[in-house]
């Protein structure tokens, strides 16, 4: 049973640039979501995707999109990139249809942002 | 925004000692989530309980959930040093959907 995966591990960009990163849910899953996490502080909610539309939105600025492909998988896009962007980004999976998506979510590993 | 607050913000122990975490959250909610995370990296599921649920149960975890007071907590017993890590109370509610609200976290550090 394949559980969340992220790519890449890590990533080094610098100002202005634009970055994707991409999550494959665990097997069975169809939701995905996205979340920050600043050093120090707890994961915060960026936004969800569900039958390939942005479902729910966090306090992110419009510089944070996202995409969901059929397969399920996702991309999170940032551009214009700040230096306060640098955070893990960790993506999460749930199966919506399992009682209304009110069911544990499960994490991937993270990708390592770091702008300079 | 975050949600809940885990008190205390760091717990130092010895192996077998017990390690309680506290969570406090500010609106009604739908589930609780405890996740791990060691060094920076994913996090991992360690239970969920829901708002009509008061205690729960996994293996050396314990959950309580006391809505009246908007409050949870995690208890570790017979902590071991491969329980050192970072801890998050997340929660759910009707108004933010599915979307997890997390808090800053409690750092255990367990010495042996």
């Known amino acids: 049973d394949a559980g969340v995966t992220q790519s890449p591990t890590h990533l080094i960009k610098t100002r202005g640039q634009q970055v994707t990163l991409r999550c494959s849910p665990k097997s069975g899953h169809d939701t995905v979501s996205w979340y920050q996490q600043a050093l120090g502080q707890g994961p915060q909610f960026i936004f969800q995707?569900?039958?390939?539309?942005?479902?729910q939105r966090g306090n992110f600025p419009d510089r944070f999109s996202g995409h969901q492909f059929p397969n399920y998988s996702s991309e999170l896009n940032v551009n214009a990139l700040l230096l306060g962007d640098s955070a893990l980004y960790l993506c999460?999976?749930?199966?919506?249809?399992?009682?209304?998506?009110?069911?544990?979510?499960?994490f991937g590993p993270g990708t390592r942002l770091t702008v300079l | 925004s975050q949600q809940g607050e885990e008190d205390p913000q760091a717990l130092s122990i010895q192996e077998g000692e017990n390690a309680t975490m506290n969570c406090s959250y500010k609106t009604s909610i739908n589930n609780l989530q405890w996740y791990r995370q060691n060094s920076g990296r994913g996090l991992v599921h360690l239970i969920l309980i829901r708002s009509n649920e008061r205690e729960k149960h996994s293996g050396r975890l314990r959950v309580t959930l006391d809505t009246s007071k908007k409050s949870s907590s995690l208890l570790i017993t017979a902590s071991r040093a491969a329980d050192t890590a970072s801890y998050f109370c997340a929660t759910d509610s009707r108004q933010a959907g599915t979307a997890l609200i997390f808090g800053k976290g409690t750092t255990l550090s367990v010495s042996s």
């Open positions: 999460a999976s749930i199966n919506r249809r399992v009682a209304g998506g009110q069911s544990t979510q499960y």
């Open positions: 995707y569900y039958e390939e539309e942005e479902r």
